[in-house]
């Protein structure tokens, strides 16, 4: 399983689709769930843990214990090298692409910013022109995270019809696929059937024989994407996509980057941010990451987040009719020792899922399939749904829905290249969280701690960095952007993915942040049901006030 490091879970409101899940009816193929049923979360185990965990340590590099020992990192000259002065001056050639609308084209960048005459690596960029009359406040680009996410799909899907009409008047909405996403030369690693093997590995392993078979998983899926994308791998970090940015930023002829990123996203944003301080416009980075924590810690961090989340569920859960788990009165460490009971039964005797391709319903795969629920509480009552049918009727089905919408996997058995590019991006920007299954289990008493759930198996899912086929290029750091324009730095209170801290600490390093707090559950906070945040945000947007610091909603 990998966590990815998380993206924007979901729309303005509870009947929008969340833009990287397709409708979730029949992706298990199964014969008794109910095929209506749609899941609006961002985020798998084996899969899962490597776009969650991008990034952390216990007690590994000093900037675990001290953020503030990390390295700042450098602007860039104000001035265009010479030899980016092509890329700066291209000219998009903009056509329809299939969706009522929509504009696409593809933009060139250099592949290697430290040889830019080795070669180009081809973007695929997307908008929607502003539709009011106006004064037109130029280009805002969005991000959902991941990363790996479709930045294309999440702006023909949400943002480019879903916003608040007043942006979509004012701004042209734009879009680009970072390097080795979705339409931006993808990076592709395993086929669909070693991807399902993959999804379905045992991750909480009981054995030598079980470790041996994890280990081998990670090196296969390692293997596979050094095999395909081996030079491209070398040059998807984050740094080189904030760049990307800036050569968009141009080509649309903006004197400033406006910009809205999500989870993963934010930490994109803060990264052009750092790089491009005087260049910043309106930034919003909601869902917020913190650039100074190494691998280990950031999964060690999310591993606490999304326990806190699931006692939110459980708290949630008894109180409700169709509760598997328990009534009230049931505590939610008693929810949590039957969900773990549960996990552990399937361990051994795996689920039918009435799936045509045979998969039926282990510990990993279920183990997804929550996590997955716990990215929006608007997937909580088909999680509750799931595990019904699951606990009392032996039918795997529903969590296999769930699963398959976190990796991405379309009713066809075909995976989306987003844990492909979740990984290459996340064992680039940083050094992996463990170097072998000694590391691992040595850490185990911390996770566990951290979550009696989901600890374990989040513990062995930090492990697949380790085999990666290209060395890391990025390190912890810290953002200070100096002599940037206000950022508004959007952090959630019981958010899983991107704990609240997290916005906390990246508020702290940007010279000119200003914090806003969401008092809810869930993760990310603009577009999900409060007033006051949409507000706050959309007022920073249209007219460049940002909130003041410190400001909380609920």
């Known amino acids: 399983m990998h966590i990815r490091r998380a993206l924007r879970p979901t729309g303005r409101s509870s009947q929008t689709l969340n833009p990287f899940r397709k409708p979730v009816?029949?992706?298990?193929?199964?014969?008794?769930?109910?095929?209506?049923?749609?899941?609006?979360?961002?985020?798998?185990?084996?899969?899962?843990?490597?776009?969650?965990?991008?990034?952390?340590?216990?007690?590994?590099?000093?900037?675990?214990?001290?953020?503030?020992?990390?390295?700042?990192?450098?602007?860039?000259?104000?001035?265009?090298?010479?030899?980016?002065?092509?890329?700066?001056?291209?000219?998009?050639?903009?056509?329809?692409?299939?969706?009522?609308?929509?504009?696409?084209?593809?933009?060139?960048?250099?592949?290697?910013?430290?040889?830019?005459?080795?070669?180009?690596i081809k973007l695929a960029v997307a908008r929607k022109k502003a539709t009011g009359t106006g004064k037109p406040l130029g280009s805002l680009l969005v991000n959902p995270g991941g990363p790996g996410g479709s930045a294309i799909a999440y702006l023909q899907q949400y943002a480019g019809v879903g916003y608040p009409a007043e942006i979509r008047a004012r701004y042209d909405m734009v879009a680009m696929d970072p390097r080795g996403v979705a339409r931006s030369e993808p990076?592709?690693?395993?086929?669909?059937?070693?991807?399902?093997?993959?999804?379905?590995?045992?991750?909480?392993?009981?054995?030598?024989q079980e470790t041996d078979a994890l280990v081998g998983e990670y090196r296969k899926f390692a293997e596979g994407?050094?095999?395909?994308?081996?030079?491209?791998?070398?040059h998807v970090s984050t740094v080189e996509a904030a760049r990307d940015m800036d050569i968009l930023r141009a080509v649309l002829g903006d004197r400033r980057l406006n910009y809205v990123g999500a989870s993963y996203g934010t930490f994109l944003g803060a990264t052009y941010a750092g790089l491009f301080p005087k260049r910043v416009g309106r930034l919003v980075l909601d869902g917020a990451m913190?650039?100074?924590?190494?691998?280990?810690?950031?999964?060690?961090?999310?591993?606490?987040?999304?326990?806190?989340?699931?006692?939110?569920?459980?708290?949630?859960?008894?109180?409700?009719?169709?509760?598997?788990?328990?009534?009230?009165?049931?505590?939610?460490?008693?929810?949590?020792?039957?969900?773990?009971?549960?996990?552990?039964?399937?361990?051994?005797?795996?689920?039918?899922?009435?799936?045509?391709?045979?998969?039926?319903?282990?510990?990993?795969?279920?183990?997804?399939?929550?996590?997955?629920?716990?990215?929006?509480?608007?997937?909580?009552?088909?999680?509750?749904?799931?595990?019904?049918?699951?606990?009392?009727?032996?039918?795997?089905?529903?969590?296999?829905?769930?699963?398959?919408?976190?990796?991405?996997r379309d009713s066809d058995g075909h995976y989306s290249n987003l844990m492909y590019a979740n990984a290459a991006v996340n064992c680039l920007d940083l050094p992996a969280a463990f170097t072998g299954p000694q590391q691992v289990e040595a850490a185990l008493p911390a996770f566990e701690k951290a979550s009696p759930v989901f600890g374990r198996g989040l513990a062995w899912a930090s492990l697949n960095c380790a085999y990666w086929p290209v060395k890391p290029t990025g390190e912890p750091h810290r953002i200070r952007a100096k002599?940037?324009?206000?950022?508004?730095?959007?952090?959630?209170?019981?958010?899983?993915?991107?704990?609240?801290?997290?916005?906390?600490?990246?508020?702290?390093?940007?010279?000119?942040?200003?914090?806003?707090?969401?008092?809810?559950?869930g993760h990310t906070a603009y577009g999900r049901g409060s007033r006051c945040i949409d507000s706050a945000i959309d007022t920073y947007l249209l007219r460049g006030i940002a909130p003041a610091q410190g400001k909380r909603c609920s």
């Open 25 to 120: 009816r029949n992706h298990a193929r199964s014969r008794t769930w109910h095929r209506t049923r749609t899941l609006r979360t961002g985020g798998s185990l084996l899969a899962a843990a490597a776009l969650l965990v991008s990034a952390c340590s216990v007690g590994g590099s000093p900037s675990e214990a001290n953020p503030s020992a990390a390295a700042v990192l450098a602007a860039l000259p104000q001035a265009t090298p010479s030899v980016l002065s092509s890329y700066y001056a291209q000219k998009l050639t903009w056509h329809s692409c299939g969706v009522s609308g929509f504009e696409c084209a593809t933009m060139k960048a250099p592949l290697d910013y430290t040889r830019p005459t080795a070669g180009d």
């Open 187 to 208: 990076v592709e690693c395993l086929d669909d059937h070693d991807m399902d093997t993959y999804t379905e590995t045992d991750i909480t392993p009981d054995d030598r």
């Open 225 to 234: 994407c050094g095999a395909h994308e081996a030079n491209e791998l070398r």
């Open 290 to 408: 913190d650039p100074s924590l190494s691998a280990r810690q950031m999964s060690l961090d999310q591993t606490a987040g999304f326990e806190t989340a699931f006692q939110s569920f459980a708290k949630d859960c008894v109180r409700q009719s169709d509760c598997p788990l328990g009534g009230r009165g049931t505590t939610p460490a008693q929810v949590g020792e039957r969900l773990a009971a549960f996990f552990r039964k399937l361990d051994t005797h795996p689920l039918p899922t009435g799936d045509v391709d045979g998969r039926r319903l282990g510990e990993a795969l279920a183990t997804t399939g929550v996590i997955a629920a716990m990215y929006d509480q608007a997937a909580w009552p088909q999680l509750r749904e799931a595990l019904a049918s699951a606990m009392r009727e032996n039918d795997g089905a529903g969590l296999l829905i769930l699963s398959d919408s976190y990796y991405e």
């Open 483 to 521: 002599g940037a324009a206000p950022i508004v730095v959007v952090g959630t209170l019981r958010d899983p993915a991107t704990p609240y801290r997290w916005a906390q600490s990246l508020s702290r390093q940007l010279s000119s942040a200003r914090l806003l707090t969401y008092d809810g559950d």
